[in-house]
């Protein structure tokens, strides 16, 4: 399963982007989306991630801030990112946990990372 990213790009403070990861691939399922970032010089961090039943996490820093959410019928989730911070600088990924068809062989996928930059 395949993962394409795409959305990022740069911003003043207070501004607003949305990221989508498109997923690709033949009889699957997806059971968890998530997106990390990982900024220069850090480890890549969890950001939020949403379950199968839209059951939805964030990390402390963005909470009130991002929201995600899924199309899981067209397998695609979604970073709204408001009220954007110098500090939420950096390269984010989406990352799957998905299942196929014979609902036994499981999997992850990580996307290719798109680039958000936000300046102060």
């Known amino acids: 399963v395949q993962l394409q990213a795409s959305g990022g790009g740069l911003v003043q403070a207070g501004g607003s982007l949305t990221l989508s990861c498109a997923a690709s691939?033949?009889?699957?399922?997806?059971?968890?989306m998530d997106w990390y970032r990982q900024a220069p010089g850090k480890k890549r961090e969890l950001v939020a991630g949403?379950?199968?039943?839209?059951?939805?996490n964030y990390a402390d820093a963005v909470k009130g801030r991002f929201t995600i959410s899924r199309d899981s019928a067209k397998n695609i989730a979604y970073l709204q990112m408001n009220s954007l911070k110098p500090e939420d600088s950096a390269v984010y990924y989406c990352?799957?946990?998905?299942?196929?068809?014979?609902?036994?062989?499981?999997?992850?996928?990580w996307g290719q990372g798109t680039q958000v930059t936000v300046s102060s």
């Open positions: 990352h799957i946990d998905y299942y196929l068809g014979d609902y036994v062989t499981i999997g992850s996928s």
């Open positions: 691939g033949s009889n699957f399922g997806i059971n968890v």
């Open positions: 949403i379950s199968s039943n839209e059951a939805t």
